[in-house]
């Protein structure tokens, strides 16, 4: 089964900066869209960023484009999320998700319900 580990969060002060890594293990990545999600307490979770296999297409939420970068590297399995210019409004739980129904390589949505495997995420708060 594919698992997923997300690494990278912690405590940053507003206007900083973080990456978020998500890794496969036993599994390869390389044929999923990857997607980042976020849920701060007491709020559903939201689609933050997502990309397609192979880097064709990306999608960001509204409320991070210009800010957030998603990228992979399928040489070491993992896709990243550079967070810059971070806003207390960021602070969230981060989970990294795979979409993996078939022939969905190009797939970029933010819906967290159409993705099928999901890490246990990692915190993320911006305070100062």
């Known amino acids: 089964q594919l698992q997923l580990v997300e690494s990278g969060g912690g405590l940053v002060q507003p206007g900083g900066s973080l990456r978020l890594s998500c890794a496969a293990s036993?599994?390869?990545?390389?044929?999923?869209?990857i997607g980042w999600f976020r849920q701060a307490p007491g709020k559903e979770r939201e689609g933050v960023s997502c990309?397609?296999?192979?880097?064709?297409?990306?999608n960001y939420a509204d409320s991070v484009k210009g800010r957030f970068t998603i990228s992979r590297d399928d040489a070491k399995n993992t896709v990243y999320l550079q967070m810059n210019s971070l806003k207390p409004e960021d602070t969230a739980v981060y989970y990294c998700a795979a979409y993996t129904r078939p022939a969905g390589w190009d797939y970029v949505g933010l819906r967290p319900d159409e993705y099928e495997y999901w890490g246990q995420g990692t915190q993320v708060t911006v305070s100062s």
């Open positions: 036993k599994f390869s990545l390389d044929y999923y869209p």
């Open positions: 990309i397609s296999s192979g880097s064709r297409s990306t």
